[in-house]
């Protein structure tokens, strides 16, 4: 299984982006989705989450501003994120739960400037 996203770039302070990942292949179980992200100097951590039954969780610093959801029928998770601040600047990854193993794609850039 390969996840591949896209959608990252450039957006001004207060601005948007959408971001999609979708899992190719067939014949599998995705449970949990979710969107990562690895800000510059610091560790890896969720960005949101979205269950297999379409529950979505987030971290306090995003609430509000991003939006998971996805597709089950395509496979697919999206984040929406609004009102993107330059601390959001980073590399995202999906990650999804395939077969009870994590698979990760290679991440998309997401640069906000002030």
């Known amino acids: 299984v390969q996840l591949v996203e896209s959608g990252g770039g450039l957006v001004q302070a207060g601005g948007s982006l959408s971001l999609s990942c979708s899992a190719s292949?067939?014949?599998?179980?995705?449970?949990?989705m979710a969107w990562y992200r690895q800000l510059p100097g610091k560790q890896r951590e969720l960005a949101s989450l979205?269950?297999?039954?379409?529950?979505?969780m987030a971290p306090n610093s995003v609430k509000g501003r991003f939006t998971i959801s996805r597709d089950n029928d395509k496979n697919t998770v999206y984040l929406q994120m609004n009102s993107l601040k330059p601390d959001d600047t980073g590399v995202y990854f999906c990650?999804?739960?395939?077969?009870?193993?994590?698979?990760w794609g290679p991440g998309t850039q997401v640069t906000v400037s002030s």
């Open positions: 292949g067939s014949g599998f179980t995705i449970s949990n």
């Open positions: 990650s999804a739960i395939v077969e009870r193993s994590p698979s």
């Open positions: 979205i269950t297999k039954e379409g529950l979505p």
